[in-house]
């Protein structure tokens, strides 16, 4: 913040001398400033969730809602990176440079993956006024290169305004071996899953220390904190105690779901009585992304629906156990006589996920590869859903149907499927009105100002000597003692992800139809509809024939948005073809890698990239008759390669998207002494959906002792964690042949070689398709 002036006087002798303590204290807090707690979940639509009606049993969501407000017309950007940089300082997501996820950054102001300068975070305006501020759980706002001991920390949390961090960076992680970090190092979890380990209880469990420790020692300082559970990002993991309280309450279906959640949304006075649900494959077959079709439930085989339906159950567990885990803060804050001075904000990022296409997943990674699921795989998996053993994902059926009653789900911010989400709003000691419905048009832009006009103060001017960009939102405070239905303060909020639009203006909406991912370009010739969301909430009726005036003054008011926050340009490339694109880094892409043992796991991002090119592995070692374990591993069970020793012969597995059996090569016995051990992938074509495919040759010194066919994946092992390691597999085995850490004994490793061929292998025709369509 702005530097404070000496006022004392300084004479030669300190006697004579006046001291001035003020530019020289720590910012103190506005008297009786309220506590801050936002509690922010992935990938959840409103129909989820038991106080708006859903079957989703959250207890402590309840209990706030019945003492709060609940909104019923708040929304998102409807991707994970994008809200939360939204939440982080108050400015549309194009400001912030987060068009998309981080790990789609590209070269353009709106899409860098980092926040400029004149953008500062909800962190340093708190910690400016005498707040302590932690953030625990997910991040995924620091560029993936950055996601490394060695790389840049300038948008990690601690250097954004943040006093202490507990979570992961990337954009979701194992809930049952997750890739932590504390503060601004990488860790190891504290202990497995065997003896009772979740991500969403370990970070119940931070924040209660985090929160304790501060009022032991500094009772009347208020504290902000940023709570985002892996929760209900893929992967589903739930303890199987959680996800059995559901059996058979999914078994009818999806579509029926809707049918019978939206009455019950109508009956809470959530909904208006006549609103419509749109069926769910509306858009026409030239624009729709066929990934997300949803199959007609009534067309299932009985196996699919009660994998479908098992799916579900996993999801449901998932949430309402990390509600439960969210309610032993919220006990501790009655116990403990904070909760009547503390603002909570319950809510989540986007609608549910359509990720997981249109038959699920017990390895959503697949989704990333470009790579099918089929039923006879993950029939397999059925009994164990949720465990260890799955990176599970429900089909596509439910994430319309969790978002119910909107149109389409996550990633489609033309519609509010995407964007329209959960938010609830309790403070006893700020909020008169208990178990309120507010219908107020509102954005998560809107968080940041709210929290502000709360506690009284105003974001600076500037900050660091740069003038700052003004807030884009505006404060839902006066909503608090307003009637549900009063006119919103706020007067527009435009739309834009992945190639889908929308505009919406003073109870107007323009669409642009478009789906995203589908590489189709041509934005010029979208089709634009129009909806009155004051009477259509689910955006049913379209108007665009009657208003045509309206329509054009709202794609003119897009347009005007689009060039004001750095919008432009538009993407809808496949999700493999963008997370492929090679981004600059501080160290820049070579042929030969070198790693030792004793250092942390290298994230996929700054770790060699292997995929569609022929690779070497080469170690020096020395054996001695009793050597075993890891000496290269890189990724997880659900995809990855790991070089080890197992019963005194060299194993190499590929093991290609989690999908059994795993490509094995194995060597006869070793012979003690020093040995270089290693592989070599030659490359010789590609597969359907993208894979490379090749000869895998194993080596011992130079002696080739095992061959044959391999395929190695298009996309990356994993979205975050997993990363490669030298002398260990952290988190989750790689191999089946060995468990975590599976760490290197009785031997040395003097290092390891990766060599990768200068030419990365691409799909020339989807190239020339995507540079077809944006012409």
């Keep these: 913040m702005a530097e404070k002036?000496?006022?004392?006087?300084?004479?030669?002798?300190?006697?004579?001398?006046?001291?001035?303590?003020?530019?020289?204290?720590?910012?103190t807090p506005p008297k009786d400033a309220p506590?801050?707690?936002?509690?922010?979940?992935?990938?959840?639509?409103?129909?989820?969730?038991?106080?708006?009606?859903?079957?989703?049993?959250?207890?402590?969501?309840?209990?706030?809602?019945?003492?709060?407000?609940?909104?019923?017309?708040?929304?998102?950007?409807?991707?994970?990176?994008?809200?939360?940089s939204t939440f982080l300082t108050g400015r549309n997501h194009h400001l912030c440079g987060m068009s998309c996820i981080t790990e789609g950054a590209q070269g353009f102001p709106g899409w860098s993956g980092r926040l400029p300068e004149n953008v500062m975070s909800i962190g340093y305006m708190l910690q400016g006024n005498g707040y302590s501020t932690f953030w625990l759980g997910k991040e995924h706002n620091v560029p993936e290169q950055d996601i490394c001991s060695g790389g840049v920390r300038s948008e990690w949390p601690l250097q954004q305004g943040f006093d202490r961090f507990y979570g992961f960076l990337g954009g979701e992680t194992n809930n049952w071996y997750p890739d932590l970090v504390e503060d601004n190092g990488f860790i190891d979890q504290p202990y497995g899953p065997e003896d009772g380990y979740h991500l969403s209880k370990d970070l119940a469990d931070q924040a209660l220390r985090m929160i304790r420790d501060q009022k032991a020692s500094n009772p009347s300082k208020p504290w902000f904190m940023w709570f985002c559970p892996g929760a209900n990002h893929a992967p589903h993991h739930s303890p199987k105690e959680y996800a059995d309280k559901y059996k058979?309450?999914?078994?009818?279906?999806?579509?029926?779901?809707?049918?019978?959640?939206?009455?019950?949304?109508?009956?809470?006075?959530l909904l208006p009585a006549d609103t419509r649900i749109e069926d769910f494959n509306f858009l026409p077959d030239a624009i729709?992304?066929?990934g997300d079709f949803v199959r007609p439930w009534d067309e299932l085989n009985d196996q699919e629906k009660k994998l479908f339906a098992r799916m579900a159950e996993v999801y449901a567990g998932f949430s309402e156990y990390t509600d439960a885990q969210v309610g032993?803060?919220?006990?501790?804050?009655?116990?403990?006589?904070?909760?009547?001075?503390?603002?909570?904000?319950?809510?989540?990022?986007?609608?549910?996920?359509?990720?997981?296409?249109?038959?699920?997943?017990?390895?959503?990674?697949?989704?990333?590869?470009?790579?099918?699921?089929?039923?006879?795989?993950?029939l397999k998996y059925i009994d164990v859903?949720?465990?260890?053993?799955?990176?599970n994902h429900y089909p596509t059926g439910w994430a319309a149907a969790f978002s119910a009653p909107y149109k389409m789900f996550k990633r489609y911010s033309e519609y509010a499927g995407g964007t329209c989400c959960p938010l609830v709003i309790h403070w006893p000691k700020g909020i008169k009105a208990k178990g309120e419905v507010?219908?107020?048009?509102?954005?998560?832009?809107?968080?940041?100002?709210?929290?502000l006009e709360c506690i009284g103060v105003e974001m600076p001017d500037t900050f660091r000597g740069v003038k700052q960009h003004p807030l884009s939102g505006v404060s839902m405070k006066y909503s608090f003692d307003a009637k549900p239905d009063a006119p919103t303060q706020k007067k527009k909020q435009y739309y834009a992800m992945l190639g889908t639009r929308g505009m919406w203006a003073d109870g107007w909406k323009a669409v642009a139809l478009h789906a995203p991912l589908t590489s189709k370009g041509h934005f010029d010739q979208d089709e634009w509809e129009l909806y009155n969301t004051d009477n259509d909430r689910s955006e049913t009726v379209n108007l665009a024939d009657?208003?045509?005036?309206?329509?054009?003054?709202?794609?003119?008011?897009?347009?005007?948005?689009?060039?004001?926050?750095?919008?432009?340009?538009?993407?809808?490339?496949?999700?493999a073809e963008m997370l492929a694109i090679e981004r600059p880094s501080t160290e820049p892409p070579r042929q030969r890698y070198i790693y030792y043992p004793g250092t942390s796991p290298v994230p996929e991002g700054v770790a060699v990239n292997v995929r569609g090119r022929s690779y070497k592995i080469i170690a020096d070692v020395e054996l001695t008759d009793k050597s075993e374990g890891v000496i290269f591993a890189h990724g997880s069970r659900f995809g990855g390669h790991s070089l080890f020793i197992k019963d005194g012969k060299l194993h190499y597995v590929y093991n290609f998207l989690g999908i059994k059996p795993e490509q094995k090569f194995v060597s006869g016995k070793l012979t003690p002494g020093k040995h270089t051990l290693g592989m070599e992938f030659i490359r010789e074509g590609q597969g359907e959906y993208g894979e490379s495919l090749g000869k895998t040759t194993l080596y011992v010194d130079s002696e080739a002792v095992d061959d044959g066919d391999m395929k190695t994946q298009l996309g990356k092992f994993t979205l975050s964690g997993d990363g490669l390691c030298i002398g260990r597999d952290s988190g989750d085995a790689v191999s089946e042949e060995y468990s975590s850490p599976g760490e290197f004994k009785n031997g040395r490793i003097f290092g390891v070689a990766v060599t990768v061929e200068e030419t990365q292998y691409l799909d020339l025709e989807k190239l020339a398709a995507a540079a077809m369509a944006v012409d």
């Excluded at 049993?57 to 019923?72: E, I, R, S, V």
């Excluded at 708040?74 to 939360?84: K, N």
Aim: proline share 6%.
């Design 5 to 27: 002036e000496f006022k004392g006087v300084i004479k030669l002798d300190v006697r004579d001398s006046t001291p001035d303590w003020s530019p020289f204290t720590p910012p």
């Design 438 to 451: 507010r219908n107020q048009y509102h954005h998560s832009t809107d968080i940041v100002p709210t929290i």
């Design 288 to 290: 729709a992304n066929k």
């Design 385 to 391: 859903l949720g465990g260890v053993e799955t990176y």
């Design 248 to 269: 058979g309450k999914f078994d009818e279906g999806y579509d029926a779901y809707r049918k019978w959640v939206v009455p019950r949304m109508i009956e809470k006075g």
């Design 546 to 575: 009657k208003h045509p005036e309206k329509l054009k003054e709202l794609v003119d008011l897009w347009m005007k948005e689009a060039e004001a926050n750095n919008v432009l340009p538009l993407d809808d490339r496949s999700a």
């Design 328 to 378: 032993r803060i919220i006990d501790y804050l009655e116990e403990s006589g904070q909760l009547d001075n503390t603002i909570i904000f319950y809510c989540s990022d986007n609608g549910a996920s359509g990720e997981g296409s249109p038959n699920g997943s017990v390895n959503e990674n697949k989704f990333f590869n470009n790579y099918p699921d089929t039923l006879e795989e993950n």
């Design 35 to 84: 506590n801050i707690l936002i509690v922010l979940y992935d990938d959840t639509g409103q129909a989820a969730w038991s106080p708006y009606g859903g079957a989703i049993n959250m207890p402590t969501l309840q209990k706030l809602a019945d003492n709060g407000l609940t909104y019923t017309q708040w929304h998102t950007t409807a991707l994970c990176s994008p809200t939360r």
